[in-house]
């Protein structure tokens, strides 16, 4: 099974900019990001595939930007003008499917996660 493990997340103030990375043991075909803020339930944030194609939830879209090296198995979520209700444990996942999907259960393996915390 593939082992995921994050990086990169931390405390920063509302407009920053933080990058995730995500290293992984294997070359799984869709990778994608979750978060889990408390209190609530863990939600899609953005998946790609192995050759490129994207998803992103509405409330990300336009300011978080996910991409992968292939090449090392990293995978990466740059995230602008960051807001209060960005913070969360952000969680890296890998699927066998060959498309993105933002159903928790299409992932089978899954990071340890990293917290994100964002000041106002």
């Known amino acids: 099974q593939v082992q995921l493990v994050e990086s990169g997340g931390g405390l920063v103030q509302a407009g920053d900019s933080l990058i995730l990375s995500c290293a992984a043991s294997?070359?799984?075909?869709?990778m994608g990001w979750f978060r889990q803020a408390p209190g609530k339930e863990r939600e899609f944030v953005s998946g790609?595939?192995?050759?490129?194609?994207?998803d992103y939830a509405a409330s990300v879209k336009g300011r978080f930007t996910i991409s992968r090296d292939n090449a090392k198995n990293t995978l990466f979520l740059q995230m602008n003008s960051l807001k209060p209700e960005d913070t969360a444990i952000y969680y890296c996942?890998?699927?066998?499917?060959?498309?993105?999907?933002?159903?928790?259960?299409?992932?089978?393996?899954w990071g340890q996660g990293t917290q994100v915390t964002v000041s106002s």
């Open positions: 996942a890998a699927s066998k499917s060959l498309t993105v999907r933002n159903i928790r259960g299409s992932y089978d393996a």
């Open positions: 294997g070359r799984p075909f869709t």
């Open positions: 790609i595939t192995r050759g490129g194609n994207t």
